[in-house]
């Protein structure tokens, strides 16, 4: 039963790698692999957790005889829970920062990037694109804020090729400042969450290594354009009657929202409850301000009327029921005792974070980037445990401790892994449904540029670690 269950991860792993060639959702792949590896464990439930919980079974007995239905109601009681909990923290988390945007946009308080976009100079609009949205994805998860950048973008240049250059910045400047920020990111919300990492170490540790990995294939790409941008601005987009908010009021919205995520690490830092309900607290006090701006539509039953984007929609939901459904079958794979295996075997065979880090951006070129590190961090408990009892050096032991440096090193590197291909992250999919870009033309113009920047982010990694 391990063995079909690794074949059926496998097999799901192929289908997430090829999206875009089988056009069979990643995400419906993902809830599939975690559903189903789940009922094949329960249905061979007592082998399985005499392997791995004799102890806990046994005190859940409480001297009772053992029994099919014991052993489920163990496992759905103290196992599977578990697993639920922590994907269900990071889904809950992302559902705040959708639901916190889709009120921010609704109120037209991201309307002023447009402005700064009003010029003719290329270069300088690729770099005020790049900027904004690396500031928004540090804050946002990188999904989101590539889907709005690119309706906005896609709003004001008209020239399609020059679409798929600014769209590509988009999506190195998304995936480079997620990776920035714990709440950026899944893989980077996953590692706060666990306790792997502390949000000040963790971005500080990463500045300098994505910066390198964003700037040097930014300022390549801008090389390929012309002087001049061909687009069309308007001064402010039409409202009609979906909101009447001031420009001050939309300020206000903005440092609610964004400026509550900034609170967040220092919420949970006070309270050690999960960041997800500091998300959520943010989110009940935009939606308060809210409704108290736009109290006289709401009196006269003219609610906001803007559609929210259906790609911001739909790439929002997707993500999460990925992450909820990758995460349940990484979640079963550690139940069965193969992570340990596999952790056991880079052990014998690798034994070096650097070289990890190398597989991990390979393998997450093709490979969804929140899938691969999700599938190396899952290693982190197993490798420690091992490494004590095979009695290493101290020195090795200190990489996979709290801030060490393979968290580091599998976030940055599966990072930018999924700026090489355009199938290696979402927002390098969502790039490819909107200006049906093909993944030869994203890798001859801008892959190869990216595992340039990526390899210069590493070396400027490996100084600030081996100097600190």
């Given at each position: 039963m391990t063995l079909i269950i690794v074949v059926i991860f496998v097999l799901g792993c192929v289908l997430i790698a090829t999206e875009n060639v089988t056009n069979i959702n990643k995400a419906a792949v993902a809830m599939f692999v975690g559903t189903l590896g789940?009922?094949?464990?329960?249905?061979?439930?007592?082998?399985?957790v005499m392997a791995q919980h004799p102890a806990e079974y046994l005190a859940f007995l409480q001297g009772a005889a053992p029994s099919s239905t014991a052993v489920k109601e163990f496992i759905a009681q103290n196992v599977f829970l578990k697993y639920v909990g922590r994907a269900s923290e990071i889904v809950l988390f992302l559902f705040a920062t959708m639901a916190i945007v889709e009120i921010l946009n609704n109120n037209g308080c991201f309307d002023f990037i447009r402005q700064l976009l009003k010029t003719r100079s290329s270069r300088r609009m690729l770099w005020m694109l790049s900027i904004t949205t690396l500031l928004i994805s540090a804050n946002l998860d990188n999904l989101t804020t590539t889907t709005m950048m690119l309706m906005l973008m896609h709003g004001i240049i008209s020239t399609r090729r020059q679409r798929l250059i600014y769209g590509s910045a988009i999506v190195l400047a998304a995936n480079c400042g997620g990776a920035l920020t714990v709440i950026g990111n899944p893989a980077g919300l996953v590692l706060w969450n666990i306790g792997a990492v502390t949000p000040t170490n963790y971005s500080m540790a990463l500045l300098i290594p994505c910066l390198t990995a964003w700037i040097i294939p930014t300022w390549w790409l801008g090389r390929s354009l012309p002087e001049r941008v061909e687009g069309e601005w308007i001064t402010m987009p039409y409202r009609g009657d979906d909101t009447r908010l001031t420009p001050w009021q939309r300020l206000l919205m903005l440092l609610v929202g964004i400026g509550g995520l900034w609170f967040i690490p220092s919420f949970h830092s006070i309270t050690r409850l999960s960041p997800f309900l500091g998300a959520l607290c943010v989110l009940s006090v935009l939606w308060i301000v809210n409704e108290i701006f736009n109290r006289k539509l709401m009196n006269v039953d003219t609610l906001i009327q803007r559609p929210t984007l259906r790609a911001l929609q739909y790439g929002t939901i997707q993500m999460m029921l990925f992450v909820l459904g990758f995460m349940m079958a990484v979640g079963v794979l550690e139940e069965t005792g193969v992570v340990g295996q596999f952790a056991q075997l880079m052990e014998r065979e690798v034994h070096d974070v650097w070289i990890t880090g190398l597989l991990t951006a390979g393998v997450s070129a093709f490979l969804d980037n929140f899938a691969t590190a999700m599938s190396m961090i899952s290693l982190h408990d197993i490798v420690g445990t091992e490494a004590?009892?095979?009695?290493l050096d101290g020195g090795y032991l200190h990489q996979f401790a709290q801030n060490g440096s393979y968290w580091k090193?599998?976030?940055?590197?599966?990072?930018?892994?999924?700026?090489?291909?355009?199938?290696?992250?979402?927002?390098?999919?969502?790039?490819m449904k909107v200006e049906r870009m093909h993944v030869g033309w994203y890798f001859q113009t801008v892959g190869i540029k990216a595992a340039l920047g990526g390899l210069c982010g590493f070396a400027a990694m490996w100084l600030i670690i081996y100097f600190s």
């Open positions: 789940w009922m094949l464990y329960i249905a061979y439930g007592t082998d399985f004590l009892a095979g009695g090193i599998v976030a940055y590197a599966s990072a930018v892994g999924g700026n090489i291909l355009s199938v290696g992250s979402l927002s390098g999919l969502a790039l």
